[in-house]
């Protein structure tokens, strides 16, 4: 496998409301308000007639359709507090100032939440080196990482934190019949775009032993489109033995890029936890 870039930028702070239950649909919202007025050259036009479309990150990360995203939102359910990171893969790495600059600019001028708090007390991390905190920026010598796939673990937990959403024959899987092979097949189609590994193919050799999962429902009202949009999907854990190196670290890439349906918003985190053997 190639090598793997990705950048890590994580947020921290406390609001005088409790956060949602789900801050996926919040957080991007408020981000893509600021990322386009961070990045926009010409705002008096619509991004498609845009000239410089092609160029913009703002396009590439809320006006792009029907393509996989090289970034995410990272988070866990029902925390007290904002605690949440942007993953920003392969060459998208390249504009992680803007997105920075974008939630800087998100938070302290902006405001979050339906009464749009603007924060002034928070920090920011880069790949877990600290870069701002107290309205001071800190230098940053390096902000691009690679992939970690030098563990191995024939048997591992699968965690599911946030909403698995994956399709099946056109419809998204609701209950215990999900497969390893429909896990893996969503995560290569991710990798392969996202790190244009075209070529890449699937030697798959492992097995579900146990399964404790339930379908949790989530919806996400969309402002610009007045509508409601599904965002449910599987949580729980399972059980997989018999892994081969291969199939365990599209595993351990899907613990970066996500998994499935929407992970913009934040769904798809799962966490690996390797078993004695």
């Known amino acids: 496998m190639i090598n793997m870039r990705f950048c890590k930028i994580s947020v921290l702070f406390k609001s005088k409301n409790k956060p949602p239950y789900f801050i996926g649909s919040q957080l991007r919202g408020a981000l893509g308000y600021a990322l386009k007025d961070v990045a926009c050259i010409d705002k008096s036009k619509i991004c498609q007639n845009c000239e410089f479309y092609n160029n913009c990150v703002y396009y590439r990360a809320f006006e792009e359709k029907n ?3 090289k970034y995410r939102l990272d988070f866990e359910l029902n925390k007290p507090y904002y605690d949440f990171n942007l993953y920003v893969f ?19 001028e902006f405001g979050v939440g339906e009464n749009r708090e603007i924060i002034n007390d928070f920090s920011i991390y880069v790949n877990d080196e600290k870069i701002y905190q107290n309205n001071h920026f800190y230098q ?14 024939k048997n591992i937990e699968l965690i599911l934190l946030t909403p698995l959403r994956i399709k099946k024959n ?48 989530l919806n996400r009202k969309s402002n610009r489109q007045n509508t409601k949009m599904q965002l ?3 949580i729980g854990t399972i059980k997989i033995q018999d892994l081969n190196h291969q199939t365990y670290k599209l595993l351990k890439i899907g613990e970066y890029i996500g998994v499935g349906k929407q992970c913009v918003f934040g769904l798809g985190k799962i966490i690996i936890k390797e078993e004695n053997e």
């Open 90 to 108: 392969d060459d998208e790495c390249e504009y992680v100032f803007d997105y920075i600059s974008a939630i800087h600019k998100m938070l302290t």
């Open 67 to 69: 393509s996989y995203h």
């Open 170 to 217: 056109n419809v998204f899987i609701r209950d215990m019949n999900i497969e390893l092979l429909d896990i893996i097949n969503s995560i290569q189609k991710r990798y392969s775009f996202i790190y244009n590994q075209t070529n890449f193919k699937i030697n798959l050799e492992g097995k579900i032993v146990s399964k404790n999962l339930s379908y949790q429902e």
């Open 140 to 153: 940053l010598e390096n902000y691009i990482d690679n992939i970690n796939l030098n563990t191995f673990s």
């Open 232 to 234: 449910g999907g599987l």
